[in-house]
């Protein structure tokens, strides 16, 4: 007869030992799961980061004062790890133009050549112009630039001799904030009219559908110049700059509104609202409890795809002189110098503020598509 020995651990199967290899996940997590996916919404999320990161610390990544005035129109600087003799060094370096005594047989200007003699070298966390980081903290080093404090243009000077980089640099601080405080208040405008007027229905949806059609007939562009034109001219930089975020933002809130309304109109109709309604929940916890979290999924992608369109808005109406006023530097204000064809073919580097505004307009474009990828449950 055999023998039974209770202490003996019972044999496990493969059933019983075999774990899930994925617990429950929360939205955010599965929507970041499927983003990690699109390399394109990846490489426009990193890109956001570090344009956000560059208009934050901007003072610190320009490696020269933007109000610092040098030789008119001078081109840019190329880096170089060569000494003058061709040698390869470690340390990258510039070289500065300089007028010999020879002059050209056709224009009569002098022949612009390189100073081999006097290089300037180059590094990282140098000390440079002194600013105040966030306004408050007394600051002089700057991400890259000369060692020895010597200007230096990567991207050449405009007109005035004021470096092309740093401006450029600086500027992202305005039309990024422009930009996001303009989409800022049309997400908040648009998504609540949005979801009243889809909730509510009837009548009351009825004349303020009427009254968006209204806003969304106007003709932005005339309107646009026919509204900032109303400021003075001598009025505070500050106060012209909300004036035209006011312009912007009053413009742009409809078509949110809109799309926002398509949606509440189809999870109006879902069960759960028509339970919470039959239960006697209120309206606005019906909104703010089952509506609203299913259409920020939308709102969200919205905003990532309203943003350049606002970047590129600024920057149009920055180059007719309608949007930033001086002292203050936007990306826009720098293109008012390419406004002649004669001034574009003798200084291309000029342009190099469009290279932001592409880079920014990818940016937000690419992580846009990669959220509309990742919020869509099909």
């Not at 990846?42 to 004062?65: S, W």
Request: hydrophobic share 50%.
């Amino acid at each position: 007869m055999l023998a039974f020995d209770s202490s003996a651990t019972p044999p496990t199967t493969d059933i019983e030992t075999k774990k899930p290899s994925r617990g429950h996940e929360s939205y955010i997590a599965l929507v970041w799961r499927r983003l990690r996916r699109s390399w394109t919404g990846m490489a426009g999320l990193v890109l956001v980061v570090l344009l956000i990161l560059m208009a934050i610390f901007a003072d610190f990544f320009a490696p020269m004062d933007p109000k610092a005035t040098d030789v008119g129109f001078a081109p840019p600087q190329v880096m170089s790890f060569h000494d003058k003799d061709g040698n390869f060094v470690f340390q990258p370096r510039v070289y500065a133009l300089s007028d010999s005594e020879e002059l050209d047989p056709v224009t009569f200007q002098p022949i612009v050549g390189m100073d081999y003699d006097n290089p300037r070298l180059l590094g990282f966390f140098v000390k440079g112009a002194e600013y105040r980081l966030f306004g408050l903290i007394p600051a002089n080093r700057h991400f890259f630039g000369s060692t020895d404090g010597q200007p230096v243009h990567f991207l050449g000077t405009d007109k005035f001799g004021r470096d092309v980089l740093s401006r450029a640099i600086i500027g992202s601080r305005i039309s990024l904030t422009i930009a996001l405080t303009v989409v800022f208040i049309v997400t908040i405008i648009g998504t609540t009219v949005g979801m009243v007027s889809g909730y509510f229905g009837g009548t009351f949806d009825v004349w303020l559908q009427r009254f968006v059609d209204l806003v969304l007939a106007f003709p932005q562009l005339p309107l646009y110049l026919a509204l900032t034109s109303l400021i003075p001219v001598t009025a505070p930089t500050n106060v012209f700059l909300a004036f035209v975020i006011a312009v912007m933002s009053a413009l742009g809130w409809a078509q949110m509104s809109r799309e926002v309304r398509g949606k509440t109109l189809a999870l109006a109709r879902i069960d759960y609202v028509r339970a919470a309604m039959a239960v006697g929940a209120t309206d606005t916890r019906i909104i703010m409890q089952h509506i609203f979290p299913n259409v920020m999924s939308h709102v969200i992608v919205a905003v990532t795809l309203h943003i350049p369109s606002v970047v590129l808005l600024e920057s149009f109406l920055g180059f007719l002189g309608f949007a930033v006023k001086p002292p203050l530097i936007s990306w826009g204000l720098m293109l008012q110098d390419t406004a002649t064809y004669s001034v574009i073919g003798s200084y291309p580097w000029i342009l190099a503020p469009v290279g932001f505004v592409l880079a920014t307009v990818f940016a937000f474009n690419a992580l846009g598509d990669g959220l509309r990828d990742a919020v869509d449950p099909y």
